[in-house]
């Protein structure tokens, strides 16, 4: 899957993003889920938030979620942050739904920040058949 996309939002995804999602779901014969992990990631030590990222058999992104912790110590717990659901035109903030395009800006930046954290090697990968 060489033609990835975010749709219908035809949000700009840039090469690099573009890349790292192709090799990872290039063996899958259809939709999957990736799941980037930082281990030693943790409500008191923090790290790199987890994501998940739902890829169609067609090549479109679905869904992008990030993940952290909420909630005061010891009582946290992970929930969506970011979540970019391209799939129902829906983008959600810590729990604050707004239309996709509310988004926009904000992924650029994900993004950007996304491919520098798996180029430096944080995250443990997971790619499951859906």
């Known amino acids: ?6 749709q219908p939002a035809a949000w700009p995804i840039s090469e690099k993003f573009r890349e790292i999602l192709a ?3 290039r063996e899958q014969a259809g939709s999957c ?3 980037f ?7 008191e030590n923090g790290g790199y938030h987890p994501v998940e990222i739902m890829v169609g058999s ?5 869904y992008i979620t990030d993940f952290s912790f909420v909630g005061i ?3 946290t717990e992970l929930a969506k942050e970011l979540d970019f659901d391209f799939s129902n ?3 959600e903030q810590l729990g604050f739904h707004y239309d996709i395009s509310a988004g926009r800006e904000i992924f650029k930046t994900w993004q950007e920040n ?10 443990k990968v997971s790619v499951d058949p859906m």
């Open 37 to 43: 992990r930082d281990p030693g990631y943790s409500a």
């Open 89 to 91: 035109q829906v983008f």
């Open 73 to 75: 110590h010891p009582h």
């Open 23 to 25: 090799e990872l779901v």
């Open 1 to 6: 899957m060489t033609n990835l996309r975010a």
């Open 33 to 35: 889920v990736l799941s």
């Open 114 to 123: 996304f491919c520098n954290y798996f180029c430096w090697g944080v995250f």
């Open 58 to 62: 067609g090549g479109d992104i679905g």
